[in-house]
């Protein structure tokens, strides 16, 4: 990218920029911030050989990013979704649907699922090629975060590398234990969830009697040689089976719950299984591990799961068990010249399907923040601070709607949209939904926000009152409107 007035504003600085962690949070502020005009360097602890993971989901607040960054999206072979299924755990019955087929008419841009591989590669790409706007970030392998000066904006590896960064940002999870002084105490507050999940997947291209056994269970038999063309695309729809808590004395508990997703263009069909914690042997987690038996993933009350569902499960591969914890919002999010992002700012439990797009939405603020609209470039804890005002409201709100849904599949954003099947069941007040999510504008709410906490200069902060006034303008939700308050 050239460097022009017209681009940027005369206090425009090109920053060095140190992000460490090199996943789909890290690829992602890499983009945003190599297209906002700064050089970036992107530190992994490990070769991305080992990336991992079942499905993504990205929906319109996270797809509108990868369009404004011009993101080419066709390496990672996204499914275009049409509809959320609920299903009876034992019947595989429809409980309820909430569709999508006009979703990227209303909202502006699709809901996109993602093989995990795939949109990793997706994103690298687009960081570090030499196509786009920016100059092409860098990739470091085998770079073991061992401690950070954030005054003086300095890392140290377990290698003995040092490197000296403008900006520095860690993303690298929620065991980014060189950040956790930003929480202190709040780090322990993490604990372990009331459920336990297992990743696997089914691979359609290696099995056509799975495809046709797919379709078969919510279209109908069809043979080896229909025209699958012809065929409604049941493969862009997400499966929930369970997630509700089963009727009388004893019945099933609503931790019991599995996820059915396409991914990889088709290719690939996710599952994402969840069981009461204490049902499991296996408490570990991490990128090198033995599989899962199937035995272990139909444990408990998978007894009574939806026999069609059960002959899928059996055939899947790549069964990785997958350790949940639930966490308190952490007090903040930045220190001198280093902040957080994704998991290491904001861990959440996955039951709203958020976890990429918060992460993708903070790597835009970041872009924003930093470009040459602002200039945050010349003060950058003044920049940080008010990347922290503008995302850790919303980012918390998700995080408290994703433990919700944890406990009642009807709080999950779009079924908060329709009348449950069970009215004790309802979602709670204070829902979040699809409306909220997806009207949400970025960009006027850095504008207004910007003038109110640093007009003048850029450490005065102005009345409370005219900060409310200006949000309000914004038009956005009661949380957002009180943190701003506080300031």
């Not at 090199?22 to 911030?33: D, E, I, K, P, W």
């Not at 099995?207 to 409604?232: R, T």
């Not at 797009?357 to 609209?373: M, P, T, V």
Request: glycine letters at 8%; a negative charge.
């Amino acid at each position: 990218m050239t460097l022009t007035s017209t681009t940027f504003n005369s206090d425009f600085k090109q920053l060095q920029v140190a992000i460490i962690g090199g996943g789909l949070g890290g690829l992602s502020a890499a983009v945003a911030l190599r297209r906002a005009g700064h050089l970036v360097n992107i530190y992994e602890r490990r070769d991305f050989k080992v990336e991992v993971g079942a499905s993504i989901s990205c929906a319109a607040n996270g797809t509108r990013w990868l369009r404004e960054w011009a993101v080419d999206t066709t390496p990672g072979k996204p499914i275009n979704l049409m509809k959320l299924v609920m299903r009876d755990w034992e019947t595989g019955q429809i409980l309820n649907q909430y569709s999508l087929e006009n979703y990227a008419e209303e909202w502006g841009d699709y809901c996109y699922m993602f093989y995990r591989q795939d949109m990793h590669a997706m994103l690298l790409k687009a960081a570090t090629s030499p196509e786009g706007d920016g100059t092409p970030a860098k990739v470091v392998v085998d770079h073991i975060c061992e401690s950070v000066d954030y005054e003086n904006g300095t890392v140290s590896f377990k290698n003995g590398i040092m490197v000296k960064a403008d900006l520095i940002i860690g993303a690298d999870g929620i065991r980014a234990s060189p950040f956790f002084i930003f929480q202190s105490f709040e780090a322990e507050r993490a604990e372990f969830s009331q459920l336990f999940g297992a990743r696997s997947v089914l691979y359609l291209t290696r099995n056509l009697h799975l495809k046709l056994a797919i379709v078969a269970m919510f279209v109908g038999k069809i043979s080896i040689n229909s025209d699958w063309s012809s065929i409604p695309m049941i493969l862009q729809c997400s499966q929930f089976w369970g997630g509700i808590q089963g009727s009388g004395p004893d019945g099933r508990s609503e931790f019991y719950k599995i996820v059915m997703t396409p991914c990889s263009g088709g290719d690939i069909v996710s599952f994402y299984c969840f069981m009461p914690t204490e049902l499991t042997r296996h408490h570990e987690e991490g990128f090198v591990f033995e599989e899962v038996p199937v035995s272990d993933i139909l444990a408990g009350r998978y007894s009574e799961l939806d026999s069609d569902c059960v002959s899928l499960l059996k055939n899947s591969i790549d069964r990785m068990p997958w350790r949940l914890y639930t966490h308190k919002p952490y007090s903040h999010w930045y220190k001198g010249k280093t902040c957080v992002l994704g998991d290491a700012a904001h861990p959440m439990v996955p039951h709203q399907s958020q976890g990429a797009c918060q992460a993708i939405e903070d790597a835009a603020a970041l872009g924003i923040i930093f470009s040459g609209k602002y200039k945050y470039t010349q003060d950058i804890t003044a920049g940080l601070e008010l990347y922290e005002a503008i995302r850790k409201p919303r980012a918390t709100r998700v995080q408290s709607a994703s433990a919700r849904a944890m406990e009642n599949l009807n709080e999950r954003i779009g079924f908060t949209s329709l009348a449950p099947h069970d009215a004790t069941l309802a979602a709670a007040e204070g829902k979040l939904t699809v409306n909220e999510m997806n009207t949400y504008n970025m960009h006027d709410h850095i504008a207004a926000l910007a003038g109110v906490m640093h007009e003048n200069k850029m450490e005065t902060l102005v009345d409370k009152a005219v900060c409310v006034e200006r949000m309000n303008s914004v038009g956005l939700n009661q949380d957002s409107l009180s943190y701003a308050a506080k300031l």
